[in-house]
């Protein structure tokens, strides 16, 4: 954990940022709102003024929402996949997107022993963390729709020992 200012929960969202809708960045910033957690984001190989651009409307976009920008951080792409599995171990819960979601990196923060919070589309891209955590015995997990995932993660984000049973 790398901020200064980090809370005592840190949710992980280290999907490429493209997957992330507004509609999926604004539930995370209620869960934020009413937890007083932080999220980490992960960019790809971006470069320096693209990766300047998303910290500044995700930022804003917190600051419009009435949290904190200081509660998002923002990694960069590490070299080493040792070095990606023990930054990924490092968080509470990882928060899935939904139409577009965590496919590898999710069974990466799975084997990091990093539990995963989800919730099923009807397309294809949005199911296979539910199926990884389905057949890991993990399924309560797994959300049926936006509000009851968003009601998860601000459980959870209150009560992390109840996470201890995941990791």
């Given at each position: 954990?790398?901020?200064?200012?980090?809370?005592?929960?840190?949710?992980?969202?280290?999907?490429?940022?493209d997957?992330?809708?507004?509609?999926?960045?604004?539930?995370?910033?209620?869960?934020?709102?009413?937890?007083?957690?932080?999220?980490?984001?992960?960019?790809?190989?971006?470069?320096?003024?693209?990766?300047?651009?998303?910290?500044?409307?995700?930022?804003?976009?917190?600051e419009?929402?009435?949290?904190?920008?200081?509660?998002?951080?923002?990694?960069?792409?590490?070299?080493?996949?040792?070095?990606?599995?023990?930054?990924?171990?490092?968080?509470?819960?990882?928060?899935?997107?939904?139409?577009?979601?965590?496919?590898?990196?999710?069974?990466?923060?799975?084997?990091?022993?990093?539990?995963?919070?989800?919730?099923?589309?009807?397309?294809?891209a949005s199911?296979?963390?539910?199926?990884?955590?389905?057949?890991?015995?993990?399924?309560?997990?797994?959300?049926?729709?936006?509000?009851?995932?968003?009601?998860?993660?601000?459980?959870?984000?209150?009560?992390?020992?109840?996470?201890?049973?995941?990791?």
């Open positions: 954990r790398t901020s200064s200012s980090l809370t005592k929960f840190l949710f992980d969202a280290q999907v490429n940022t997957r992330i809708q507004h509609h999926m960045l604004l539930v995370w910033l209620r869960v934020l709102g009413t937890t007083g957690a932080a999220l980490r984001l992960r960019q790809g190989a971006n470069t320096e003024g693209e990766h300047m651009l998303l910290v500044s409307s995700l930022s804003s976009a917190a419009e929402a009435g949290v904190s920008a200081d509660r998002l951080q923002f990694l960069r792409k590490v070299d080493s996949k040792e070095e990606h599995l023990k930054r990924l171990g490092e968080g509470d819960l990882f928060l899935d997107t939904d139409a577009y979601s965590a496919h590898s990196t999710g069974l990466e923060a799975l084997w990091a022993g990093l539990p995963l919070l989800t919730f099923p589309c009807e397309g294809f199911r296979p963390p539910a199926s990884f955590l389905t057949n890991l015995q993990m399924e309560e997990l797994v959300a049926r729709n936006r509000e009851e995932y968003e009601d998860m993660a601000s459980l959870l984000a209150r009560r992390p020992s109840v996470l201890g049973r995941w990791r």
